[in-house]
């Protein structure tokens, strides 16, 4: 890819993201009306009008919408996230604090969805056309049409309750991470494993997996060596979907297991309609979807070389 | 003929998507319970008097299912009916247009997608406030992008072919050349997404609903009964089991019968 073209993506996906914070202000700030009048006009708190409109003034709120605008954008731009309408605490702190959690819990489900989708993507080449070949090859598909709050609880009654192999109260760090991981690991390999399944049955069509195979190769060095690799390719270019589903799957999932992380904060935010909190968290993973989009799509074609040709070709 | 629309795996699919359909049509047939009051005692087992057994206030879980039906379905097609008339019509203008309104158009496909499909939503039913079908608007929010893109490409490439121009040199017009040869040719693509959407809107909707931010209590609604279900998880797997494996059946069947479309071709 020539420096131009990389210049034009990089570009492009500054734009995508300015006008994603423009679609979430107007969603979370410029339509709602504003979050501090709501709350504390309430009779109930006592608040007199001038308290009020003074309130409203430390939150910028008294400005008009367009210099709202721009001094929340130059805010996010220093990481600055503003202060939560309903505990006052700095946005930027909250996300801090909530971050870890999540990461561990997403970090540790994706590597265990690469492992599960693997397996079941290896499971469907093996061969014999019988009734196991048939449910491996349908699992994927069943696997992303449960819900996967379904997922935690049955897991929890299974698991805790019925089993007794994990324990409901009092469980270590690391015993309370694996039902939450298995919970969230599904709904993302299940698309994974959906594209990998497609793609090694393509790769096998392919004439130089016949010739390999002429030349004496087991079918398991055929798999391991050149199937496999060439199949991984289109998996990578969905990784912005399994992204989307790590997001929604973390906010599921912290909410079904009560563990504190962004989800947590993410359903309390729309409960108690703290949108500067929503805004922070909306823009953070739309942030993060766009990046790693662009880290695929200047990747590839370094990855896969074929493509390199055909650019220049 | 035998096509994938008559295999054994596509009649159950559709066996099952018409008795959740009759469901939220005609709960009566199916059920004499009440759905919101209770009349036994809460907590018992599967049987034969209770299919499903009872909920924590003694109402009959069969009977809550079969009405939420209605709330889950509906909300479904809403949320359908958002995403294939703003989506479609996006997809028309970009396809037709061309130039600076595709630009702008495509654009804005790309942040929706930009933005995690439960996060957009969460942030449109903030704005709209919570409730059944404030909860069905924003899902289907979520799925415009993919409509759009579908509808978009699908127009370029029937525009692109020589029918096309030959009906444009017969002295066709723009709307003529749309509704004769770009609608037809699309339709099969655009169901199948209809229909995977469809299952895609029913998930998300229980998600909401599981969450608290769908349809209010004590209207049963499916994922609503499963999230009053988690007080009772260690005595009672049928309140989370049964509902579930409802709500899982009705969802693969509309993935299936997407799937079978995609793989069929024409309808």
């Known amino acids: ?32 009306g504003d979050a501090v009048t709501t709350r504390y006009s309430n ?13 409203r003034e430390s ?3 008294d400005q008009p919408l367009i210099i709202q605008y721009f001094m929340t954008l130059a805010n996010f731009l220093t990481g600055n996230f503003g202060y939560s309408v309903n505990s006052g605490t700095a946005v930027s702190n909250l ?27 290896f499971a469907s080449t093996l061969p014999g056309q019988g009734w196991l070949r048939r449910t491996v090859r349908a699992l994927p598909a069943f696997m992303s049409s449960i819900p996967s709050f379904l997922i935690g609880i049955v897991l929890i009654q299974m698991i805790s309750f019925q089993l007794g192999w994990v324990p409901v109260y009092g469980a270590s760090n690391l015993q309370d991470l694996i039902l939450p991981v298995l919970t969230l690991a599904v709904p993302i390999s299940a698309p994974l494993a959906q594209v990998l399944v497609r793609s090694i049955d393509e790769v096998y069509t392919q004439p130089f997996v016949q010739v390999i195979r002429a030349r004496g190769a087991s ?49 309390q935010a729309v409960a108690n309609r703290d949108t500067p909190v929503l805004l922070a968290v909306v823009v953070t993973a739309a942030t993060a979807y766009i990046i790693i989009n662009l880290i695929v799509d200047l990747l590839y074609p370094v990855l896969d070389p074929r493509l390199c040709r055909k650019a220049n070709s | 003929m035998k096509t994938a629309y008559t295999k054994p795996t596509a009649l159950l699919a559709y066996l099952i998507l018409a008795t959740a359909i009759l469901w939220s049509l005609a709960p009566g047939l199916f059920t004499q319970g009440d759905p919101i009051i209770g009349d036994d005692r809460a907590l018992l087992a599967p049987s034969a008097t209770h299919w499903f057994g009872t909920d924590s206030v003694g109402r009959d879980l069969y009977t809550r299912v079969i009405y939420g039906a209605r709330n889950s379905l509906l909300g479904a097609l809403v949320a359908v009916l958002v995403g294939l008339i703003i989506g479609t019509s996006l997809g028309v203008i970009a396809g037709t247009l061309r130039g600076k309104a595709e630009t702008i158009i495509m654009r804005i496909v790309d942040v929706l997608l930009s933005i995690p499909s439960l996060l957009l939503s969460l942030a449109v039913l903030i704005l709209l406030g919570f409730g059944t079908m404030n909860a069905a608007i924003a899902v289907g929010v979520t799925s415009i ?10 127009v370029l490439s029937v525009v ?13 017009t723009r709307t003529a050349v749309l509704i004769r040869h770009v609608l037809p040719n699309s339709l099969t693509p655009v169901l199948a997404l209809v229909a995977l959407q469809f299952a895609s809107a029913l998930l998300q909707l229980a998600t909401l609903g599981f969450l608290g931010y769908g349809t209010p209590p004590p209207t049963p609604e499916w994922g609503l009964l499963i999230a009053d279900s988690r007080a009772y998880l260690a005595t009672s797997w049928w309140l989370t089991l049964l509902p579930g494996a409802v709500i899982v059946a009705v969802v693969l069947a509309a993935n299936h019968i997407s799937h079978i479309i995609n793989q069929e071709g024409q309808v």
């Open chain 1, 43 to 55: 009779p109930e708190l006592g608040l007199s009008e001038a308290e009020v409109s003074q309130i």
């Open chain 1, 59 to 61: 939150y910028g709120l």
């Open chain 1, 95 to 121: 996300m801090k604090s909530a971050l870890p959690g999540t990461l561990t819990l997403a970090f540790l489900a994706f590597a265990a969805s690469i492992v599960l989708a693997f397996c079941i993507a």
């Open chain 2, 145 to 154: 992008a993919m409509f759009a893109r579908l509808v978009r490409s699908q």
């Open chain 1, 1 to 32: 890819m020539k420096s131009t073209q990389v210049l034009l993506r990089v570009g492009q996906a500054i734009l995508v993201l300015l006008a994603a914070f423009t679609l979430a202000f107007i969603l979370l700030t410029a339509l709602p």
């Open chain 1, 219 to 267: 079918e398991r060095w055929i798999f391991f060596h050149n199937v496999l690799r060439n199949a991984m390719m289109p998996a990578i270019t969905i990784a912005g979907v399994l992204f989307g589903e790590l997001v929604s799957g973390a906010v599921v999932t912290e909410a079904v297991f009560g563990r504190a992380g962004l989800g947590n904060l993410t359903v």
């Open chain 2, 160 to 172: 692109s072919s020589d029918y096309v121009e030959a009906a444009y040199g017969v002295g066709s």
